[in-house]
């Protein structure tokens, strides 16, 4: 009788957890798709139908001149077979041609694509882009792309150079919203390309158990549970940190959590990395039960991607502290040092890191939590967004002086010689 009624209790607790967590996912239809085998049909380009293989088709992806690049079938170069599939553009080519394959995917399975791929003289030209190699795009049921920032949604890094044939591929989980995968081809650079034996085959998604939440959708294995209290927690910092940088949220974040290192490695096929992150999808993974440095520029993803400095100020303005540290005493102390120059000058990620992150971070975190109190959060919010995308401290002092009538080097010795009288709070 006491163990029946333990187990009761237990089971009590656990219902009473998840209902305080969240809702618990619905299995999603099955979808009927091949799992196992390669779906890309006519593989190794041996079908041809004049200059394109069969099975795919040539899409415009980029330019606007008559210059366009070539394509077609090379008997010469090959790694199995008959024929291989080329794409070729001279220095001056200024319209681009890409080769690709659609196909019925299913939400959150796994995939692995690949292919053999041979280059001769492959380099980029004056306004050519660094695109040679495979990608996948993902679309919706409607046939809508799921996001379009990018050329492409999963891509291999670009290839340069002469090299012999050589194995690429990939593997990733297919987004929740995507019904269908275009498989793709593409050299936007001067040179040669050979492709053969491409490969693309589902597996099953990973047994995920799910408990959404208002903000986060988060995700863990039956052997791996969340600690009692962990989702909770974080809850309350996210709520906590919607309030502080008033947002207006989109979509939700994902939060998948491992029971290891090692599983996460196994399970997404990476060496050497402890975490994974996208901002594109909204999602990390990780072995920690609780984020909040990441989780800020999570939530903040949508509104775009303004100067890493700036998105620092947002984080430390919420955290409030950098590793229990105040972190305007920090700045008051590398200013005092003569070692954090003026923050135009430390503009770049480049330029941070080569003074050093331990340096500019607490400088441009200080910098922007100064600027909030000052300002308030609505100027700081719409500096951040109309910072999307600027790339020079020229950009950005025009973006700036437009939401604060004032230039950003005046505004930031202004901070300087705040932050130099600063007193810690008692």
């Not at 190699?133 to 990018?150: A, Y």
């Amino acid at each position: 009788m006491i163990n029946r009624l333990a187990f009761v209790a237990v089971l009590l607790a656990l219902m009473l957890q998840a209902e305080g967590c969240g809702e618990k996912a619905k299995n999603e239809e099955p979808v009927n798709v091949p799992v196992g085998v390669n779906i890309i049909e006519n593989p190794s380009f041996e079908n041809w139908k004049g200059a394109v293989p069969e099975g795919w088709q040539l899409q415009y992806l980029d330019g606007y001149g008559e210059r366009m690049n070539l394509y077609g079938k090379s008997l010469k170069e090959k790694k199995s077979g008959e024929a291989s599939f080329y794409l070729r553009g001279a220095f001056n080519s200024d319209r681009w041609m890409i080769l690709v394959q659609r196909h019925r995917v299913a939400p959150r399975y796994r995939l692995s694509f690949s292919a053999e791929i041979k280059t001769r003289d492959l380099q980029k030209s004056r306004g050519q882009m660094e695109r040679s190699n495979i990608f996948v795009r993902f679309f919706d049921k409607d046939g809508k792309r799921l996001q379009d920032r990018q050329y492409a949604d999963v891509y291999t890094p670009y290839q340069i150079g002469t090299n012999e044939w050589r194995r690429f591929e990939k593997r990733v989980e297919i987004p929740k919203n995507a019904q269908y995968a275009d498989f793709g081809l593409v050299c936007e650079m001067s040179g040669s390309i050979f492709f053969d034996d491409f490969e693309a085959t589902l597996e099953k998604p990973i047994p995920w158990k799910e408990i959404r939440t208002k903000y986060v959708d988060y995700y863990y294995l039956d052997s791996c549970p969340f600690p009692q209290g962990a989702i909770d927690k974080e809850n309350a910092f996210v709520k906590d940190c919607v309030k502080k940088l008033r947002l207006k949220t989109e979509g939700k974040v994902g939060y998948y959590y491992y029971t290891s290192v090692e599983k996460l490695q196994e399970l997404e096929s990476v060496k050497n990395k402890h975490e994974l992150r996208s901002y594109g999808k909204r999602e990390f993974h990780t072995t920690e039960s609780f984020k909040d440095h990441e989780m800020v520029h999570m939530l903040l993803a949508p509104l775009g991607y303004p100067p890493l400095g700036l998105a620092e100020g947002a984080v430390y303005y919420v955290l409030g502290s950098l590793q229990g540290r105040d972190i305007h005493l920090i700045a008051k102390e590398l200013i005092a040092q003569q070692q954090l120059p003026p923050l135009y000058n430390v503009f770049r990620i480049k330029e941070m890191n080569d003074l050093g992150m331990e340096i500019a971070i607490p400088g441009w975190g200080s910098f922007g939590i100064w600027l909030i109190d000052r300002e308030g959060i609505d100027k700081f919010m719409k500096l951040y967004k109309d910072s999307n995308g600027v790339e020079t401290p020229s950009s950005f002092d025009a973006v700036f002086k437009n939401v604060y009538k004032k230039d950003f080097d005046s505004m930031d010795r202004e901070w300087r010689q705040w932050v130099m009288s600063y007193q810690a709070r008692r």
